[in-house]
């Protein structure tokens, strides 16, 4: 089933804007983690944050993570068209048990 | 360093057919993982093998099988294929099971049953 509870389900802005979303989720977690899928590829891992932390930041990416309100938050600073791709949240349960959530649908419009 | 590979790319079959899929992980990495994503949906968790062993199966019929051989390289098998088995199935390496590890996704292998 799945865990993580991306939102909005589709999002789109205008280059250099910034684009917030959102991951709620019902359990207590690991860790969670973002991912980036390109139009029907595999995915690539951007960020991790463990449940000891409250904020983290990547380049142009800084994840929040509040485990009281069980929910999560990524940004992309500055978009570009590159940036264009759905965006998942992944739940780590411990044990390696991840779980997706159904992805917020980016686009970044040049 | 090659990242995760799948073959095959696409696979088409008819109903009531049987689908293998195979996946090779990144050098070094014992845990494999596969999932399945229905056309514009998210990944539902299939199945986890580390070290030869089923870890973990998520909410899918027997009929999903598979096995990781003693290089870590694993088969997803499907067994007596339904319609509504097409998707895109992907598999996922990571380093020994513990806590904070990314998984490395491969790209992935499109089912279609007709």
């Known amino acids: 089933s799945q865990q993580g509870e991306e939102d909005p389900q589709a999002l789109s802005i205008q280059e250099g804007e910034n684009a917030t979303m959102n991951c709620s989720y019902k359990t207590s977690i690991n860790n969670l983690q973002w991912y980036r899928q390109n139009s029907g590829r595999g995915l690539v891992h951007l960020i991790l944050?463990?449940?000891?932390?409250r904020e983290k930041h990547s380049g142009r990416l800084r994840v929040t993570l509040d485990t009281s309100k069980k929910s999560s938050s990524l940004l992309i600073t500055a978009s570009r068209a590159a940036d264009t791709a759905s965006y998942f949240c992944?739940?780590?349960?411990?044990?390696?048990?991840?779980?997706f959530g159904a992805g917020t649908r980016l686009t970044v419009k040049p | 360093e090659a990242g995760v590979t799948q073959s095959p790319t696409h696979l088409i079959k008819t109903r009531g057919q049987q689908a293998t899929l195979r996946c090779s992980p990144i050098s070094g990495h014992t845990s494999v993982y596969w999932y399945q994503q229905a056309l514009g949906l998210g990944l539902q968790f299939l199945l986890w093998?580390?070290?030869?062993?089923?870890?973990n199966r998520g909410n899918f019929p027997p009929r999903f099988s598979g096995r990781q051989f003693p290089n870590y390289s694993s088969e997803l098998n499907v067994n007596a294929l339904e319609l509504e088995d097409s998707a895109l199935y992907l598999c996922a390496s990571s380093r020994n099971p513990g806590n904070h590890y990314e998984q490395f996704f491969g790209p992935g292998t499109r089912l279609t049953v007709l």
């Open positions: 093998y580390d070290e030869g062993e089923e870890r």
């Open positions: 992944a739940t780590d349960r411990g044990n390696n048990d991840m779980r």
């Open positions: 944050i463990r449940s000891n932390e």
